[in-house]
Every structure is written in structure tokens, then in C-alpha cells.
């Protein structure tokens, strides 16, 4: 007689998570994760305490896996905030769904687009650094405005309403910085005494 297979934590894990990646995290139900396992749900409620603990692995392993991303994506030129905004925008392009789960959707488990896109090695932080290495007097609040362009751009691949090439996106990124540091030295020099 053929030995049963043994469902484990990281089969379990890596069935829930392919699933987020590729049909969206609200389809990830114990009774669907439990048939691309192969088996009942028994094994997910041995497991974990319900799905809500469930879903808190799958989104910590899609937050993991957007640092790997960007840590890998290759890297153009050296303008502040490109860089990020290009990986940002990609991640969104290509990974939409984990790219939703992460950061469109809410949640329990959900922890804030800073902190995700900052991550451990400190990614926002070291753009905010090359601002000021490039002369930006207030790099924060520099950072804020390509904030809201990056994320709207990344926003806009899930609508469809996106699809500029990489080359273009990048320019307009560039073009982004230099308008928005330009507009922060004319707004400081205003407030310089005469």
C-alpha cells in the first residue's frame, strides 16, 4: 500500500501563497487551499488556528518577497527616487496581485506602505540620503511628492490606464524630480530674507 503524503506547514504555505500570486488573495480559501493541496481542510486547521493565521503567513511571505524583488531589480541611473519608483512600478506591472495584497488592499495583517517599501534595508531612506548628497534642501518632503506619482503610476497597471515602456517611465520620473526640486528651491528661496 502506497504511503500517504504528508501535508506540511510549507506545503500548505507555498500552496496559499502561488495562489495569492496568481488568482488574487481573496481566493485564497481554506477549501481551495485544501484541494491544490491535496488534501481535506483538516490539515490546515491542524496547522494553523484558522485562516486568519493562514493569511498572515501568506501576506508576510508576499512583503518577503516584494524586499527580494526589489533587491534585485537592476538599477539605472543615479537620479533619487528612480530607482525605487521604476522597482515599485514593475512589482505592480508584473506581481499585480501580490502588488494589491500589499499595497491597495486592507487587512488585519497589513502593515504600512512606508515600512513595506522602506523594508529592512532601509530603501526610502537611502533615497531620502541621495536627495540631500544632490543638494535637495528638504528631500522628506521631495520624497512625498514622487510618493504620490510613483504610487499613482503603479496604481494605474491595475486599471490598465498604464503603458508607458520602461524608458518612458523612467524620463518621466526624472522629469518628476527635477520639476518637484525645482519647485522646492523657488518656494525656499521666496521665504529667504532679502
Known amino acids: 500500500m502506497a504511503r500517504k503524503e504528508m501535508i506540511t506547514v510549507q506545503k500548505l504555505l507555498d500552496t496559499a501563497f502561488a495562489m495569492a500570486k496568481e488568482e488574487g488573495f481573496s481566493n485564497v480559501t481554506a477549501r481551495k487551499v485544501a484541494d491544490k493541496a491535496g488534501c481535506s481542510t483538516q490539515p490546515i486547521f491542524r496547522i494553523y488556528r484558522n485562516m486568519e493565521e493562514l493569511s498572515g503567513a501568506v501576506y508576510e511571505r508576499a512583503a518577503a518577497f516584494f524586499q527580494t524583488y526589489y533587491s534585485r531589480y537592476p538599477r539605472r541611473g543615479k537620479t533619487p527616487f528612480c530607482n ?57 518632503s521631495l520624497f ?51
Open 84 to 140: 525605487l519608483g521604476m522597482a515599485y512600478i514593475s512589482f505592480a506591472r508584473e506581481e499585480r496581485h501580490l502588488f494589491e495584497l500589499l499595497f491597495v488592499a486592507g487587512g488585519k495583517h497589513r502593515r504600512n506602505r512606508y515600512e513595506l517599501l522602506n523594508g529592512r534595508e532601509g530603501n526610502i531612506v537611502y533615497e531620502i540620503h541621495l536627495a540631500r548628497i544632490a543638494g535637495c534642501l528638504d528631500a522628506s
Open 144 to 194: 512625498m511628492k514622487m510618493w504620490m506619482f510613483i504610487h499613482g503610476a503603479a496604481c494605474m497597471t491595475l486599471t490598465g490606464d498604464y503603458d508607458l515602456s520602461d524608458e518612458e517611465t523612467y524620463g518621466l520620473l526624472e522629469s518628476s524630480y527635477e520639476a518637484f526640486g525645482k519647485a522646492a528651491e523657488q518656494k525656499a528661496a521666496k521665504r529667504r530674507p532679502g
